[in-house]
C-alpha cells in the first residue's frame, strides 16, 4: 500500500498537539546534551513541533523542514524565543535540489516515520549528504 504524502500530512496535522505534549517526555538534559555542540548551518529534518529549537546554541543556524503546518505553528513560537537563528520551512523530505548540500549538516530526529521503512530514509539523508554517491 502506498501512503500519500497528503495522507502524512493531515495525519501530523491532526496530531500535533499531542504530539507537543509527547515531546516533553524527553528529558531536557537529554537535548542540552544533544545538540549544544551545534554549530554552523544546521538542516533539521522532521523539526515538528520545534522542541529541540530552544537547545541549539548562539552561533547556530537552524533550518528546520515539515511536512505539517501545524507541527510548524508549535515550532515558530519556540524560534521566537531562540538563541539561534531558526528558518522554518514546510517542505516534504523528499529529495530536493536545494537541500543537496554536502556542507550542511543534517539532523535526524523522528522523522523516518515519514517513510514506509527507515532504511528508505536513511538513503535519502545519505544522498543528501553525499550527492555523488549512488544507490
Known amino acids: 500500500m502506498q501512503i500519500s504524502t497528503k495522507f502524512v500530512q493531515r495525519r501530523y496535522d491532526r496530531i500535533a498537539p499531542l504530539y507537543q505534549a509527547m515531546d516533553r517526555m524527553i528529558d531536557d538534559s537529554q537535548r542540552t546534551k544533544l545538540l549544544s555542540a551545534a554549530h554552523g548551518d544546521v538542516l533539521e529534518v522532521g523539526v515538528g513541533t ?73 538513503l535519502k539523508f545519505d544522498a543528501y549528504s553525499n550527492p555523488t554517491a549512488s544507490y
Do not use: W
Not at 528558518?87 to 530526529?109: E, I, N
Open 50 to 122: 520545534g522542541a529541540n529549537i530552544p537547545f541549539y546554541p548562539l552561533g547556530a543556524t537552524v533550518i528546520g523542514i515539515d511536512l505539517s503546518s501545524r507541527m510548524l505553528s508549535y515550532a515558530k513560537r519556540r524560534a521566537r524565543e531562540a538563541r539561534a537563528q531558526v528558518r522554518l520551512l514546510q517542505m516534504d523530505v523528499q529529495p530536493s535540489p536545494s537541500l543537496q548540500t554536502p556542507s550542511t549538516p543534517l539532523s535526524l530526529h523522528a522523522c523516518s516515520a515519514l517513510y514506509l521503512t527507515q532504511s528508505r530514509a536513511f
